[in-house]
């Protein structure tokens, strides 16, 4: 499992964790699709936000292998913002290619794109 060096580890503040210590021993827990509707909390909609912006400010518009980022905060992402890069995807793998929906983590997040000038 690839460890994304100086990515934040969670929320500032809160229990929102962004990413993994250690393999899981039961098996890779898969990246699915949740859902996210208008009447859920704030803090959550904040963590959404910060956690795109770090992959923003981490990644860019270049693909990337998910590694020890936390399945549970990327599935609130995946199928919109954050998609697979190949027609193979295992949603159960460690080095599972993914890449940003720059154009729609742009409207669903324009917070996490701040200061970009684009």
Do not use: C
């Not at 890779?28 to 963590?47: K, L, N, Q």
């Not at 549970?72 to 697979?84: D, I």
Request: proline share 8%.
């Amino acid at each position: 499992m690839l460890k994304h060096r100086g990515f934040p580890g969670r929320l500032p503040g809160t229990d929102f964790q962004f990413i993994i210590r250690r393999p899981n021993p039961k098996g890779v827990t898969p990246i699915t699709r949740r859902e996210r509707y208008r009447d859920r909390r704030a803090p959550d909609r904040r963590a959404d936000a910060a956690f795109m912006k770090a992959l923003w400010e981490h990644f860019g518009d270049q693909p990337f292998e998910r590694g020890n980022l936390d399945a549970g905060r990327l599935s609130w992402l995946f199928g919109r913002e954050v998609v697979a890069v190949e027609e193979d995807f295992d949603p159960a793998d460690y080095e599972a290619l993914l890449v940003i929906n720059v154009d729609l983590a742009r409207q669903s997040f324009p917070e996490a794109f701040e200061g970009e000038g684009y």
